[in-house]
């Protein structure tokens, strides 16, 4: 590495250095076609980098250096104008709308394009189309913004949203599932780093034919987020806030303790007041749990941007706060993000240096998981707590008191991350251009959590402390060449490239231990413990070494500016996969043709633009992986008696697999993109084929061959077709009073094509065990040849019988009140059939107002919250839902999961409604000053009868509902945007 | 300005060609054993041997432990042991119902399990030979490689009781698909193998063979095999039997240790003087012991010094209590817990209340008035308010009842009849005999419940009984250190330990299973003894008897089925 810096800076040392000086004024007023001004023109002097933008009433000056010169005025939407600068006199310049996003450009793996050029699914949004309100990770940013993204997300602030493109594509979860984010051209950066605040625009790359540049990692799609950066002659100092207060959008509707009372007396098994011990279940309180644990949560978010471009400098630099109090007690996100950047042009715009550096620390407090189940089942008839000081407790191994768990147990984590990025850019010749960009990023992890001595999660071992660390560094080259050329009506394009990638995971400590002379200190001096022998754990440290290493290419080729052309290969080797499949291939290529360009359309002057693209690619998925996946491991599988001590056994705890290889997803994809009477209507359409193989699982192997039970390997085929649609209309505009519409809608289906391969052979695999009194060997979902993921395979409800009994539809047809795994049925699945977002902007005068609905329908919800509450029988020790109220007592199969409580997961949501007020303002000093309200989740219309229908769809087991959700919330914000 | 762009393309051809240099994707292994670094020292290979005892005593890939899984396997399938549902409670899909019933099929969680438990420390034990034979030479790599194939033959021993026809693998990798062998032939191969191994097995009995495999331990195993040789075979070896025995009564450092109960309290361990092999637990370091967790002493566990209230599920049958546990001052019956509870004599709480000092473990009722009818033909004088165990009334608004607490004996379901079940409120919880064999360890793990108690596998007492057995099924007594041991004389050797009514010349072979039953209750060996004597078709608890005898052995698994083509299915299933 040094090496190679010794040598560019060589390099710099030789290259041409010119530099002119002069100078001249022109002043100048830019409006559109309707006659309003417009701010943030960019006008330069062509043939120089002198550039200023226009302010909030469309007014520029600029100098031009020399007279004859002439000023190019460009705008994004707009067509760009070139207009000689005749000096002394003012400019007024009219730009017209240029229909849709057609020369928007969009950023593509290594490069970028005009949208009218590209001949992938790529869908862009810029920030004034990002979701409003609380807002921490970039996902959420775009939640029913982009056709086929699929986003879920609870209230929870130290959550990630669940992001799914194009349907599930992988048996694996978490980061497997999710797509490869680019930040800034750094492929895998933290999305943590980036402040949502801080970002202009997110392109999200979807089928194969745009993603394939990014191999074996870009199966699930990738999202490319461009930070903002000050435009030519701008100069700028931005602060941006916002103030929000959260609440639970719905609360379950349980029993209060007099309901709960009346009901057992009326069904003959009253309870037994006392309030001394835990042995007594009624205190005759009336307690509503949910409210205990639950507050308003006051959020705010802070940020102060300044930058400025003088042409050949662009500096910036911003710092964002943000805390978000959770609506569960004692859940919160708070971080802090720093990011800089500076880049520089040198000898005639022939180098082009710049130094970006992101830091953010993030403190996350969690709540235990058992309060969501605890809040709604623990006895609203005890008190918070009794005789004053003891927190109430339930007869063991009954429910926790959910207010004592938040109290007693804590789990707060702190996070850095930073990332450094240098990179270099020279022009060789015209057209030519090097890059090297090398990124160095450190993540590093301190959790601490204690469990005190009063904590019902470690009953009578004086305090429980696990304090770890983890540290994660990543170091990436990207070296690659970019042509471009156009001769004649020829344009080529041409990419070449390397990249070189090495992440060190998991390297850090942990320690448990437990039994402490007080609560005072806890994990935060593990010396004060007193542990019994055997009782301190130290972690596992599972320290991997992933190593990828790529070559990729791209060609561009456009003929007339009517027949578009792509095709691109990567060849990428990853360390995690076996030995014998080191390497892979991943090649697209793809057409457009734009047929609004040819002759027998020019007369069609409603038409600006149409195109079609047609393109086929191969993408891999290597992501969410153990770098030691694939090779034979010892383990401690225990402890055994050596010379009379117990010691460490070390065992084989993982099989090896030489032949494992990626995830191999394999897209076509036909779409259309078109603009209408002049940018009036404008969208696209695209329809996908999407089929995965080789998907990775850990398959059972026959015991009488292998030490350890399963072995991760290649399996089955899923496939994923689907229609997308974007409409992007301006139904009305006039000078003073624009609407603009965006409706996105989405239909994927997902099926399961095989679970086999030459070795293995099966048909189905149970998944989603709920638990649940009595069902402990039950499975609620399968993975079935012919179905989607996520297909509910549980028992029919056959209504009650005459004593008011649940009966289940037994395998024979007959009703059972005993009914076994063999009388399961699939029942439909957590699949939504459409995806929609509507979303309309409406502009008068000073006011702006947009309006925001989303609507998942299609899709099941399995409440096994509901069929877990609905235990009549057990009210003597936990509470039931009001649901419960017409249920038999004597009702001993009322909790069993079936289709009884298998709901439509239907919804329309007004997710978002803000109202914004410009103030206008005569101030030098002041360029623009917005106000703005807002209301997150204003209203939902369902029929699920649980906390929220936006139960995540990720997973191997989406669509299930199961006393583990942090409630949705509602929250009402108050923002000022400020640009100086 | 040509030539300078030359050298600068030059230069970044260069500089890129440079980066492009690295192109190896081997990577360091810094915090994981693998075969590349492991096993090479002499401290390796120690604890390479390790994956076999922690397997025995719970293998956690397979989910399986000596003292749960596989003790289901052997106990639950008979009168000895029986897990009711509470409420649908502890019915999990009918695991232990179908064990009572004799109703398992090949998809058995426990039939599952124990095979991959069994054939996973098969796999582990042919591994580590080819591991220890590719060592350096050194003293310790013979017996260690006995030692070994020992355990692998402990194994086999396991799951040719419980699976009958298995196959026979004795290498590592495993080629192709094993086949499934006839019950004779892996009968054939254990013996084999462990009387080649004899000589090569250590005869050191102390701290440092705790729990390890050595000659006497196979000496036991082969002495069982014998014993049951008729039913595994179709040949009878009882001569052979006792001459095991006698391998270890001559030459072993062997005896009874005085206080039968000392050998399964949680301080078991090297100390107990009887035990030949045991699988050793620790409440942190070992887990796996869960017998008294299962075990019900809910109610009474202030009694026991316990952390908390274990769980209610598993007591014995009636009929197998009333029928064994007859021979006056044995003291033997006193490990069971009947009756009403009261506190010990040292935990006198609240003696003002009761100057006789007898303080009962107190239960508070739900109000009599309205007391579930179906409680009332069971216990018919509480309405009227006088049934013993009743203690005292509180006032408004509700009258209480405190209620001493009373195992009663038999099961009687009065929930779900077809879940066996016998209901969820403190009567049903008190039906049923507990054990408290395996005692109550203070010292559990507070949150698993593991306790400390080792589990023996082999120890002398069954080594004599057996001895007694064989010879009542035919062999010939013989004299060891100068006592002629007919059956009588070794039945009185365990008889009197426990200060049991001695044995008379009518001690016959029908006085072996009950004394077995007796001796070795909650052991893991009812099963084995059942089938011996023909009786594991008897009818018990809730279990009508008159099965195929083709369930004397399990079925082979059928996720084992559809991944081996090689294994057939035993008959019957």
Redesign the interface.
């Known amino acids: 590495m040094k090496?190679?810096l010794r040598?560019?800076l060589?390099?710099l040392f030789?290259?041409?250095v010119a530099v002119f000086s002069q100078s001249r004024t022109i002043k100048g007023f830019v409006t559109d076609s309707a006659g309003a001004p417009l701010e943030g023109v960019s006008v330069t002097v062509k043939g120089t980098h002198k550039s200023v933008v226009t302010n909030a009433e469309g007014r520029f000056t600029i100098s031009t250096g020399s007279p004859g010169a002439i000023l190019e005025f460009s705008y994004v939407g707009y067509i760009s104008r070139e207009v000689p600068a005749s000096n002394g006199t003012a400019v007024t310049v009219t730009l017209t709308s240029r229909g849709g996003q057609m020369n928007d450009v969009v950023v593509t793996g290594y490069g970028q394009s005009a949208k009218k050029n590209i001949t992938g699914s790529i869908a862009s949004i810029s920030s004034e189309d990002f979701n409003a309100g609380v807002i921490s990770t970039p996902g959420e940013l775009l939640q029913g913004k982009v056709a086929g993204i699929n986003v879920t997300k609870s209230g929870d602030p130290n959550e990630q949203p669940v992001v799914i493109l194009r349907g599930a594509s992988t048996f694996r979860s978490g980061s497997a599932q999710q797509p490869l984010y680019v930040i800034d051209g750094v492929p895998d950066a933290s999305i943590d780093l980036v402040a949502p605040s801080d970002i202009a625009t997110i392109d999200v790359l979807k089928d194969a034919s745009a993603t394939a540049i990014y191999g074996a990692r870009a199966a699930n799609g990738v999202i490319m987020i461009t930070t903002r950066k000050p435009k030519t002659g701008q100069t700028r100092l931005a602060y941006n806030a916002y103030v929000s207060a959260e609440q639970v959008s719905k609360r379950l509707s349980m029993f209060t303790g007099n309901q709960l009372r009346q009901y057992l007396i009326n069904n003959?098994?009253?309870l037994?007041?006392?309030n001394s011990s835990g042995?007594?279940d009624d205190s005759l309180a009336n307690t509503n749990w949910q409210n205990q644990v639950q507050q308003t949560g006051i959020s705010q978010n802070h940020n102060i941007y300044f930058g400025g471009n003088t042409g050949n400098t662009i500096y910036g630099a911003s710092i964002n706060y943000f805390d978000n109090v959770g609506v569960m007690k004692g859940s919160s996100l708070q971080r802090t993000s720093i990011r800089a950047n500076v880049e520089h042009r040198m000898f005639n715009d022939h180098l082009r240096l710049g130094l970006t550096v992101l830091n953010a620390n993030s403190t996350s407090d969690q709540i235990p998981s058992q309060v969501f189940e605890n809040m709604l089942i623990f006895m609203p008839t005890l008190n918070v707590k009794e005789a004053g000081s003891a927190y109430s407790t339930e007869y063991?191994?009954g429910p926790l008191n959910p207010v004592s768990l938040i109290a007693n147990n804590t789990d707060q984590s702190k996070m850095k991350t930073f990332l450094a990025n240098a990179l270099a850019e020279?022009k060789?010749?015209p057209g030519l251009k090097?890059t090297?960009s090398l990124t160095d990023q450190t993540t590093d992890t301190t959790t601490e959590i204690y469990e005190d001595s009063q904590s019902e999660l470690?009953?009578?071992?004086n305090g429980v402390a696990n304090s770890s660390t983890t540290s994660n560094t990543k170091e990436l080259?990207e070296?690659f060449?970019n042509y471009d050329h156009n001769f004649g009506l020829h344009n080529i394009k041409l990419l070449g490239g390397?990249s070189?990638e090495?992440d060190v995971l998991?390297r850090g400590f942990g320690v448990t231990t437990q039994n402490f002379s007080n609560d005072q200190v806890g994990p935060n001096n593990l010396a004060f413990s007193n542990p019994?022998?055997?009782?301190i754990v130290l972690a596992n440290?599972?320290?991997g070494?992933?190593?990828l290493?790529s070559?990729y290419a791209r060609v561009n080729y456009i003929f007339n500016d009517k027949y578009l052309f792509q095709a691109s290969l990567r060849d990428d080797?990853?360390?995690a996969f076996g030995a014998n499949n080191?390497w892979g291939l991943f090649p697209a290529v793809s057409g457009g043709w734009r047929l609004s360009k040819e002759s027998f359309l020019q007369s069609a002057t409603w038409l600006d633009d149409l195109k079609l693209r047609v393109g086929y690619g191969v993408t891999g998925n290597s992501l969410g992986f153990d770098?030691?996946i694939a090779?034979?491991?010892?383990?401690i599988?225990?402890?055994?008696?050596?010379?009379?001590e117990?010691?460490?056994?070390?065992?084989?705890?993982q099989n090896a697999n030489p032949d494992l290889k990626w995830e191999s997803t394999a897209t076509t994809n036909i779409g259309t993109d078109f603009s209408l009477w002049k940018g009036l209507l404008s969208g696209s359409v695209d329809y996908y084929i999407k089929t995965t193989s080789n998907l990775i699982w850990s398959y059972?192997?026959?015991?009488?061959?292998?030490?350890?039970?399963d072995l991760t390997t290649n399996i089955g085929k899923i496939s994923n077709k689907g229609v997308e649609l974007t409409l992007i209309a301006t139904p009305v505009k006039t000078r003073n009073f624009t609407w603009r519409s965006t409706l996105t809608a989405a239909h994927n289906t997902n099926k399961i094509l095989s679970l086999s391969n030459s070795q293995f052979n099966e048909q189905s695999i149970n998944t989603a065990f709920l638990g649940g009194?009595?069902?402990?060997?039950?499975w609620s979902q399968i993975l079935q040849v012919g179905h989607p993921i996520g297909t509910f395979d549980i028992w029919h409800y056959a209504g009650k019988n005459q004593a008011g009994v649940t009966q289940i539809e037994a395998a024979d047809g007959a009703d059972t009140?005993?009914p076994?795994?063999a009388d399961f049925r699939i029942e439909g699945n957590a699949q939504p059939m459409l995806l929609l977002g509507w979303n309309n902007t409406f502009t008068y005068k000073q006011f702006d107002l947009n309006v925001f609905f989303r609507a998942v329908t299609g899709n099941k919800i399995l409440n096994a919250t509901l069929a877990g509450l609905n235990n009549p029988?057990s009210a003597h020790f936990q509470n039931l839902p009001t649901f419960s109220e017409s249920e038999s007592f004597n009702d001993?199969n009322s909790y069993l999961i079936s289709d009884r409580y298998l709901e439509s997961g239907t919804y329309l949501r007004l997710d978002n409604a803000t109202l914004g007020y410009t103030v206008p303002i005569h101030s030098p000093s002041v360029n623009r000053m917005r106000f703005y309200t807002s209301v997150n989740n204003a209203f939902i219309l369902t029929k699920y009868k649980g906390i929220d229908p936006e139960i995540t769809q990720g997973g191997l087991t989406p669509g299930i509902d199961n006393s583990n959700f942090y409630p949705k919330t509602r929250s009402y914000l108050l923002g000022v945007n400020v640009i100086f | 300005?040509q030539i300078?762009?030359k050298?600068?393309?030059v230069?970044?051809g260069?500089?890129?060609l440079?980066?492009?240099g690295?192109?190896?994707?081997?990577?360091?292994?810094?915090?994981?054993?693998?075969?590349a670094n492991?096993?090479t020292t002499s401290s390796?290979f120690?604890?390479?041997?390790?994956?076999?005892?922690?397997?025995l005593?719970?293998n956690?890939?397979?989910g399986t432990r000596y003292a749960v899984e596989y003790w289901r396997m052997q106990e639950l399938s008979t009168d000895e042991a029986i897990i009711p549902?509470r409420?649908?409670?502890?019915?999990?899909?009918?695991?232990y119902r179908f064990l009572h019933l004799h109703t398992w099929s090949p998809d058995h969680?426990d039939v599952v399990s124990c095979?991959?438990w069994?054939?996973?420390g098969i796999?582990?034990c042919n591994?580590l030979v080819n591991v220890f034979n590719a060592a350096p030479a050194s003293a310790s790599k013979g017996p260690a490689i006995a030692e070994v194939k020992a355990m692998r033959d402990l194994f086999y021993f396991f799951m040719m009781d419980l699976y009958g026809n298995i196959?026979i693998?004795d290498t590592?990798?495993?080629v192709g698909?094993?086949a499934t062998q006839p019950r004779a032939q892996v009968f054939a191969f254990i013996e084999k193998d462990l009387l080649s191994l004899l000589p090569s097995l250590s005869t050191t009995v102390d701290?440092?063979t705790?729990?390890?495999a050595t000659k006497y331990m196979a000496f036991a195993l082969l002495e069982k095999m014998y014993l049951n040789a008729a039913y595994y075979t179709g040949t009878p070896r009882y001569t052979d039997a006792v001459s095991m025995a006698d391998s270890i009564l001559i030459n072993g450092p062997y005896s009874l240790d005085a206080n039968y109960g000392s050998v399964f309290a949680p301080t078991n361990g090297?100390g107990v003087q009887e035990t030949i092999f045991a699988v050793?637990y620790?409440?942190?370091?070992?887990?796996g012991d869960q017998i008294n967790r299962y075990g019900g002493a809910t109610y009474v566990y202030p009694l026991y010094n316990l952390?908390?209230?274990e769980s209610v599920a598993m007591s014995t049958d009636s009929g197998f209590y009333h029928q064994n546990f007859i021979l006056p001052g044995d003291t033997r019956d006193t490990f069971w817990v009947r009756g009403p509870q009261y506190y010990f004599a040292n935990q006198q709480i609240e003696a003002s209340l009761y100057p006789s000092g007898i303080i009962p473990i107190l239960?508070?009722l739900?109000?009599l008035a309205?007391f579930?009818a179906s409680y009332t033909a069971l216990y018919a004088n509480y309405t009227s308010g006088t049934l013993p165990g009743v203690y005292y009334y509180l006032g408004a608004?509700?009258d209480?009842a405190f209620w001493n607490i009373n195992y009663t004996d038999s099961l009687v379901l009065r929930?779900?009849p077809?879940?066996m079940d016998v209901g969820d409120d403190v009567f049903a919880q008190c039906e049923g005999i507990r054990s408290k064999k395996f005692y109550p360890d203070p010292n559990e793990n507070?949150?698993t419940e593991d306790a400390n108690n080792d589990v023996p596998v082999f120890r002398l007492a069954d080594v004599l009984l057996m001895k007694a057995e064989a010879i009542l099924r035919g062999a010939s007594a013989t004299t060891v250190k100068g006592t002629l041991q007919t059956p009588v004389v070794l039945a009185n050797i365990v008889r009197s330990r426990v200060g049991a009514q001695l044995a008379t010349s009518s001690f016959s072979v029908d006085s072996i299973l009950p004394e077995r039953a007796r001796e070795f209750a909650w052991e893991g060996w009812r099963r084995n003894d059942l089938i011996r004597f023909g009786l594991f078709e008897g009818a018990w608890g809730f279990n009508l008897g008159n099965g195929s005898p083709d369930l004397r052995i399990y079925p082979v698994p059928s996720?084992?089925l559809s991944?081996?083509p090689n294994?057939v299915q035993n008959p019957g299933y």
């Open positions: 090496a190679i040598l560019l060589l390099a030789f290259l041409p003959g098994s009253p037994v007041p006392g042995d007594y063991p191994y020279v060789i010749q090097y090297l470690a009953r009578g071992l080259i070296s060449f390397y070189w090495q998991g019994p022998a055997g009782t440290s599972n320290i070494t992933l190593k290493i070559y080797g990853s360390s080191h770098p030691l090779q034979q491991q010892y383990g599988t225990g402890r055994f008696l050596s010379n009379g117990a010691i460490n056994a070390i065992g084989v705890t059972p192997v026959s015991s009488t061959q292998y030490p350890y039970p009194q009595g069902q402990s060997d039950n009140l005993t076994t795994t029988s001993f | 300005m300078m762009k050298i600068v393309s230069i970044i260069g500089a890129f440079l980066s492009m690295c192109t190896k994707l081997n990577v360091p292994i810094q915090s994981q054993y693998t075969p492991f096993p390796d120690t604890a390479a041997i390790g994956p076999i005892y922690t397997g005593a719970n956690s890939s397979a549902a409420n649908g409670n502890y019915d999990d899909g009918g695991q969680i095979w991959e069994g054939f996973s796999d582990q591994s196959p693998i590592f990798p495993v698909y094993p701290a440092s705790y729990g390890r090297p050793p620790d409440a942190n370091l070992i887990p952390p908390q209230p239960q508070n739900y109000p309205i579930p608004p509700y209480i929930g779900d077809s879940k507070s949150q996720t084992e991944l081996n294994l």
